[in-house]
């Protein structure tokens, strides 16, 4: 083609620039959001139906599985890989007809990882700090830590749930070693030594002065605190462990009393 003759100087005469690219934008704007929609399904995707269990599924809505390598040798993990729940819940619609709502039938509602107290399957490793190192520890093994002085230090305290009554004894206190905060309170609710401690969220518990030093938990009652879930080692959690204590207190808001599920008015 012979260009030779071409006006390049008037160009812009005949052609909008300014409304192609006006045009360019909304093409790329438009396959952005669709790009954005697609990584959004990776996981929690494709949804089922909660009474039959069919998938519904478009794979044009679906992106193509990519592969994460996880750090400190956890592995790889491939999404979306259309793996589907596989946990028996203890749980029952209250009514026959669809979109009924449900209720837990365990022994222990706070348990059974339902409604409020749902929790995610979550890795069962701990978490990890750049350098390798567990990132969550009692304070006993985490000797850079300390209460400040000043402060009030709840070790040797009492634990009252929400029924006023004593559920336990903080005997240390575990701390996130990236943000130098509490995480958890370790609670010795038996004087039988071969009773485990267990772990209170510090998210869940109130630290009083007055009339003495202890902790207030609203979530449950004091006789709950044996049944809170026990983590496999007595010095550090994993997070698959975390959610369920996590879950078990959640729950606590709803299921620890009976008068907790009824309405208000």
């Not at 969220?201 to 009083?208: E, L």
């Amino acid at each position: 083609m012979d260009f030779s003759q071409f006006d390049f100087v008037n160009f812009t005469s005949y052609i909008d620039l300014t409304q192609i690219l006006l045009y360019i934008f909304w093409a790329f704007f438009g396959y952005l959001l669709f790009y954005l929609q697609r990584e959004a399904r990776r996981e929690g995707f494709p949804l089922e139906s909660d009474e039959t269990g069919a998938v519904h599924s478009s794979t044009f809505y679906m992106p193509t599985p990519k592969t994460f390598r996880l750090p400190h040798g956890h592995g790889e993990v491939t999404v979306p890989n259309y793996e589907r729940e596989t946990r028996e819940l203890a749980l029952q619609p209250v009514d026959p007809w669809g979109g009924a709502p449900k209720e837990p039938t365990g022994d222990n509602p706070m348990l059974d990882g339902v409604g409020p107290g749902a929790y995610a399957m979550r890795a069962d490793v701990p978490d990890i700090l750049n350098s390798g190192e567990v990132k969550i520890r009692p304070m006993r093994m985490a000797s850079a830590f300390a209460i400040p002085d000043g402060d009030p230090n709840p070790i040797g305290h009492p634990v009252v749930g929400v029924d006023k009554e004593i559920g336990g004894t903080v005997v240390d206190v575990w701390v996130d070693q990236a943000e130098s905060v509490i995480r958890y309170y370790e609670i010795k609710v038996s004087d039988d030594p071969a009773v485990r401690t267990v772990l209170l969220p510090a998210n869940f518990a109130v630290v009083k002065t007055k009339p003495d030093l202890r902790l207030y938990v609203h979530a449950i009652k004091a006789e709950h605190f044996a049944a809170v879930p026990l983590t496999s080692s007595p010095d550090q959690i994993t997070m698959l462990e975390e959610e369920k204590i996590m879950g078990y207190y959640g729950a606590g808001y709803f299921y620890a009393m009976p008068n907790r599920t009824e309405p208000l008015f």
